[in-house]
C-alpha cells in the first residue's frame, strides 16, 4: 500500500475513533501560540494545513470571527471537523493532501500546520506548496519533529521505535490502537510520573526534559502520542539547522525557531520571500 494511503487510513481511524463530542477548549494552537513571540492568526484568510479532527482549526475559527480559517487534511479527520464546525461560519472544510493542495496560488494570509510535514513523503514539496498558495510577505508556523541529536536518551528512544514500528505499522489499525490503551499506564509510569516528579525539584528539572514521554498528563493520556509514534508510517526527523534550510530553500525570509518544552519538537516560522 502506498505510505500516503496507509497515513490517511492510519490517521482517519484515529480520528473517527475517539469519541469526543466537543472540541477541546485549547489545543496545539495555544502551545504554539505561547513560544510564538507574533499572532499567528492575521488578515482575512488562514489554513490549517493538515488539520487532522479540526481542535486547532476551531479554536482558531471561533476566536477571530473575522478571519476565515480553511481546515485541511487528508484524513477522515475532517467529518469531525465538520460537526464541530457547524456552529461557526467563518471556517471552510477541505479534505485533501499536502503534496498537492487544490487551491489558486497567493491567497492566503498565514499558514499552520503542526505535526504534519514530517509524516510525508516529501516535506520540501509539501512546504513548496504551502508557499505557494501563500501571499508575498506572509507567514508560515510549522511545528516539526526534532532529532535530539544532542540528547542521548531521547535518541536512542528514537531509534528503539524506529525499530518497533517495522512491526507495528504492520498491524491493523484496531490492534494498534488496543495496544496503544493497554500500554499508556505503562509508559506513563516508566516516564511521565518520574519527570513530573524530578521537575518539582530545581536541581533535576533539566534532566526530567530529557526523559521520553515527559509530558503524559494521566494514565491513558498517551495513547494517542503512542499511536501516533507506533503506527504513523513516515516519520522524519530534523535538525535545527535542517528546519532553517528547508525554510530557506522553499523561499521563507526572518526564519526564527524555538522548542515546544513539553515535546521538545521544533518552533519554526518565516515569511514568504
Keep these: 500500500m502506498d505510505k500516503s494511503i496507509k497515513t490517511e487510513k492510519t490517521y482517519g481511524f484515529l480520528w473517527t475513533r475517539e469519541s469526543v463530542l466537543e472540541p477541546a477548549e485549547k489545543w496545539h494552537f495555544n502551545s504554539m501560540q505561547e513560544v510564538i513571540d507574533e499572532p499567528i492568526v492575521r488578515g482575512s484568510i488562514g489554513i490549517d494545513v493538515g488539520s487532522g479532527c479540526g481542535f486547532d482549526s476551531f479554536i482558531m475559527a471561533k476566536n477571530n470571527p473575522s478571519v476565515r480559517i480553511v481546515s485541511m487534511d487528508i484524513s477522515d479527520g475532517v467529518f469531525m471537523a465538520k460537526n464541530f464546525s457547524l456552529a461557526l461560519d467563518n471556517i471552510s472544510i477541505i479534505k485533501s493532501s499536502i503534496m498537492d493542495i487544490p487551491l489558486k496560488d497567493n491567497i492566503f494570509d498565514f499558514a499552520y500546520s503542526f505535526g504534519v510535514l514530517h509524516h510525508t513523503v516529501n516535506p520540501k514539496k509539501c512546504l513548496a506548496e504551502i508557499t505557494r498558495i501563500l501571499k508575498k510577505g506572509s507567514p508560515v508556523f510549522l511545528y516539526l519533529y526534532e532529532a535530539h541529536s544532542d540528547n542521548m536518551f531521547k535518541y536512542m528512544g528514537i531509534k528503539i521505535v524506529g525499530l518497533l514500528r517495522l512491526i507495528t ?11 496503544c490503551w493497554f500500554f499508556s499506564p505503562l509508559v506513563y ?78 518552533v519554526a516560522w518565516g515569511y514568504k520571500g
Design 169 to 179: 505499522v504492520r498491524l491493523p489499525p484496531k490492534i494498534l490502537y488496543g495496544l
Design 189 to 266: 509510569l516508566m516516564f511521565s510520573l518520574p519527570a513530573k516528579i524530578l521537575r518539582k525539584f530545581k536541581i533535576s528539572r533539566n534532566f526530567a526534559g530529557k526523559i521520553p514521554f515527559n509530558f503524559g498528563k494521566g494514565i491513558f493520556s498517551l495513547r494517542g502520542d503512542l499511536y501516533d509514534r507506533f503506527g504513523a508510517p513516515i516519520e522524519c526527523r530534523f535538525t535545527k539547522d535542517g528546519v532553517i534550510d528547508i525554510l530557506e530553500e522553499c523561499g521563507f525570509l526572518k526564519i526564527k525557531i524555538t522548542r515546544l518544552e513539553d515535546t521538545a519538537g521544533w
